[in-house]
């Protein structure tokens, strides 16, 4: 059962290419002449330059919380291992979560105190829900 999911990124921003390509399209009909061909190639080029980028976003920067694991990008974490997720401070050079250096960009941390008293940086985008699926996960 999934208590928290965040997706890295949507499979609709593969709409924005053919859309881009379809403006273009529209607009070269107004002038005059068409290059239909040319903008079918466009859209295709985008789609194809946009899918490893959804690919790769949704692969290491999922966030979710199941009822037994919290997954983050590439890295499952047992919900026993957690024993504190409120009033955790982060020390400097704390390990983070999906096997990255830092916490992605745009995304924010939170502390959580696993319970061999390492304290390890959680990520995502609402800190807030995340904190509240982690405790109702583990009260459950």
């Known amino acids: ?18 859309g881009f390509a379809v403006l273009g399209y529209l607009a070269e009909l107004f002038t005059g002449t068409t290059h239909a061909i040319a903008w079918v190639f466009v859209g295709l080029g985008l789609a194809a330059i946009t899918a490893p980028w959804i690919y790769a976003r949704r692969r290491f920067l999922t966030v979710e919380v199941t009822g037994s694991f ?23 050079g704390a390990r983070v979560l999906g096997g ?7 995304y924010d941390a939170l502390p959580l105190r696993l319970t061999d008293g390492t304290v390890v940086l959680a990520w995502a985008k609402d800190v807030g829900a995340l904190k509240t699926a982690l405790q109702g996960a583990r009260a459950a």
């Not at 990255?100 to 745009?106: D, I």
Request: glycine residues 10%; charged residues 20%.
């Open 1 to 18: 059962m999934t208590r928290y999911l965040e997706r890295g990124a949507s499979w609709s921003a593969l709409a924005y290419g053919s």
């Open 70 to 92: 919290l997954c983050q990008g590439r890295e499952q974490l047992p919900l026993a291992d957690i024993a504190e997720v409120t009033d955790v401070g982060a020390p400097t």
């Open 100 to 106: 990255g250096w830092s916490v992605p960009n745009k």
